[in-house]
Structures are given as structure tokens and as C-alpha cells.
């Protein structure tokens, strides 16, 4: 008995350590880090993946463990090889199993707790919520949602609703679950998400690039603000904008921000025009005449 015991668990570790074959993706990571040289990161990317390896199949050994309290806090280190692009057959399959019934909860019952930035493959996010398409999940939430939003331009879909948001990328096959800290890197995907949330929230607003990387964007608010809720929002955004200004003409209060994209941390993140816009959308003091 305790030879078949023995074999069993032996079958079960060699099982998850077949699944978990994602340690050929060290050169990924390494081109992420950029930290030192690359033969170096490549390196500390490889003794991270090994670390990690032998981290998920003590922790997939738990299975009550692995479902309630994973050894890596909010599965962080399963998104980032969803992130990386590792294939769901190279993930840690118990833990991959649990996150996907973790995100179909959050989204059909919204259930459980909040799911920010996370990373899925859209086919299995498609799969585990019982869908053959995209169209066939724009058009069942759009039904479901009291309101929702969406816009699409070449590989990028972003859909809202219900306080929900999905980033859809196409050229990669994954699909981000609200996006917060996510940076907006270019002036194209900038434009998307201000057609996205000025349509969800009924503002009107304008963004144009006076320069390749110096985008300004004005949003009519409703009503007028006071100088500390002006210095609230400034203190939300960080260094993260350039300049912000407030504006009034014909009866009506216009927000300016200026964004400067050099390529450098801290970026202009989703999360941020997501606050700016719900302190647009927030009703003010009557605009003076």
C-alpha cells in the first residue's frame, strides 16, 4: 500500500512538472527586466524561473493551499507567464484551473475579490465563460450590462460595462481584465480609451498629438470644482502628466491635461484617465455665468 502511496504522488509531481515547462521563456523575461547586461539578466531570469518551478509544485501539492492562499500572492507569478506568453499547457495546471474559475466567477456572478490587471488567453477566457466568439460576448453582455461601451481599431478591442473593462489584444491572444496599471504608451491606444470612456460617460472630449509624444487632452466637466478637489486629482495622477488646467467659457468648464511620453517610468496608465474621467463625470457647483 504505502509503495502504491509513493507512486501515486511521484505520477502526480511528474504530471506537474511536465505541465510546467515554461523555464525555455527565460530570454522573455530577461528582455522585460533590462536590468544589467543581458547576459546577467538572463541569468537572474533563469534562477527565477527555477525558484518559481520548484514554488509551484510544492504549492500545487496543497491543493486546498493552492486554491485558498497560492504561494504567490494573487497568482501574480501565473499572470506574468500569461503575460510572457507561456501556452496553457506550460502553466501550472491546478493553479491555472482555479484562476480561470476564479475569473468566470468575478465576471458572471461578481463574486470573490476584486480582479485588477489580470491577464487571460482569450480563447480560454471565451471557454471557461461558455462562448464561441468575440461577437457572441459583445452581444450577450451588452444584453446583460445595464449600459456598455466598445470600441476597436486594427488588433485591439476594449470593452466596458458594469464597471467591468476588457482590453482585448488580438496579436497576442490575451485579453486584460480591468486594466489599471497598465501604461498607455502610444498616442493611437490614448485616443481609443477616450473615445471608450467619453462614450460610457457621456462626456464630451477632445485629445490631439502637438507633438509625436506630447498629447493634450480636454474633457467638459460637469460643473465647476474647487481648487482642493483640482489638487486632489494632481496628487492621484503624480508625475504621471505634465500639466493640468482648468478653463471656463461659454457656460461651460473644460479640464486640460498634458501628457509627455519619453519612454521612461512612470508611464500614463489606463488607471489614471479612468479617475479622470470619473472626476469629470462627478457632478459639480453650478458653472457662474
Keep these: 500500500m504505502a509503495a502504491e502511496i509513493e507512486n501515486c504522488i511521484r505520477a502526480f509531481l511528474i504530471g506537474v512538472e511536465t505541465a510546467m515547462d515554461y523555464e525555455k521563456h527565460d530570454n522573455a523575461l530577461a528582455s522585460r527586466m533590462r536590468l544589467l547586461d543581458k547576459a546577467a539578466d538572463t541569468q537572474l531570469a533563469r534562477e527565477l524561473m527555477q525558484l518559481h518551478k520548484k514554488k509551484c509544485t510544492e504549492c500545487q501539492e496543497d491543493r486546498l493551499g493552492c486554491t ?7 497568482r501574480n507569478f501565473l499572470i506574468m507567464l500569461i503575460e510572457l506568453g507561456v501556452e496553457p499547457p506550460d502553466l501550472p495546471s491546478f493553479c491555472y484551473s482555479q484562476y480561470l474559475d476564479q475569473v468566470k466567477r468575478f465576471i458572471i456572478e461578481r463574486k470573490g475579490r476584486d480582479m485588477i490587471d489580470r491577464k487571460i488567453p482569450i480563447k480560454d477566457l471565451l471557454s471557461v465563460l461558455n462562448m464561441g466568439s468575440i461577437r457572441q460576448f459583445t452581444t450577450r453582455f451588452s444584453k446583460i450590462w445595464s449600459r456598455s461601451s466598445t470600441v476597436r481599431e486594427d488588433n485591439v478591442m476594449i470593452v466596458i460595462g458594469d464597471e467591468l473593462l476588457f482590453h482585448f489584444d488580438f496579436a497576442r491572444g490575451i485579453v486584460t481584465l480591468n486594466p489599471d496599471h497598465f501604461a498607455i504608451g502610444d498616442f493611437h491606444l490614448l485616443k481609443l480609451y477616450m473615445n471608450l470612456l467619453s462614450e460610457h460617460n457621456g462626456l464630451t472630449s477632445r485629445v490631439s498629438d502637438t507633438t509625436r509624444n506630447w498629447w493634450v487632452m480636454s474633457l467638459d466637466m460637469l460643473g465647476e470644482r474647487s481648487e482642493d478637489e483640482l489638487q486632489s486629482l494632481s496628487l492621484l495622477l503624480d508625475n504621471r502628466i505634465e500639466s493640468m488646467n482648468v478653463s471656463s467659457s461659454n457656460g461651460g468648464v473644460s479640464l486640460q491635461i498634458e501628457i509627455i511620453e519619453d519612454g521612461h517610468v512612470p508611464h500614463f496608465e489606463v ?8 472626476f469629470a463625470s462627478k457632478p459639480g457647483r453650478e458653472t457662474r455665468a
Design 68 to 74: 485558498v492562499r497560492p504561494a504567490c500572492k494573487d
Design 271 to 278: 488607471g489614471d484617465l479612468k479617475r479622470v474621467f470619473a
